[in-house]
């Protein structure tokens, strides 16, 4: 399978259709989507010298920040679920086509237990982290300011990084509208 072959079946080529209302549930997982989407095209032609390029010494690697993105994920993923999100765990096994792959899988999964939740049924989320064996429980409003707030952060640091090494992101993306322009 090619590559732009394989990339139309991965999810978020463009963002699903709205729901019918705005329950904190479709809110919650329009935002996801909308992440999605960003993700997608973020990651969408990347190359080695891409992967490996990194703004400073000190800084993130668009490859370790792809690695730090999936792990968000994951935890994305892990709260609807009623799941604690195991740490520390080593994310550099993954090649870079399944980190993303697995990325957009974790968004589209989470985004698809979420939608339809109520007010009520949210509110029961936990973020859990477990180190060893201790666990230390947050209220979903932390997802929401922080591992959402972050990966949509992240994912406009991936568009710059690679304008800066000179592989744009494609010209036609639309945030905006959730598809590509034609």
Not at 7 to 33: A, K, T
Not at 85 to 111: G, H, V
Request: charge should be neutral; proline fraction near 6%; include cysteine.
């Amino acid at each position: 399978m090619t590559n732009q072959a394989q990339d139309m079946q991965l999810p978020y080529h463009q963002i699903p259709d709205y729901p019918e209302d705005y329950s904190s549930g479709n809110i919650v997982g329009r935002i996801i989507d909308g992440l999605g989407y960003r993700y997608y095209w973020a990651t969408e032609g990347l190359t080695a010298e891409d992967l490996n390029y990194r703004p400073s010494e000190g800084g993130r690697s668009i490859l370790e920040t792809l690695q730090h993105i999936y792990g968000m994920s994951e935890m994305i993923l892990e709260s609807p679920q009623g799941k604690p999100s195991i740490r520390p765990k080593d994310f550099s096994i993954f090649p870079f086509e399944e980190l993303r792959q697995k990325t957009l899988e974790n968004l589209q999964n989470a985004s698809n237990l979420i939608k339809g939740k109520n007010a009520n049924e949210i509110s029961r989320f936990k973020v859990t982290f477990q180190r060893g064996e201790k666990q230390t429980a947050f209220p979903y409003w932390n997802m929401l300011n922080g591992m959402l707030s972050d990966c949509i952060y992240h994912t406009g640091q991936l568009v710059v990084l690679r304008r800066v090494n000179g592989n744009p992101q494609n010209p036609k993306v639309n945030v905006f509208i959730g598809k590509n322009r034609q």
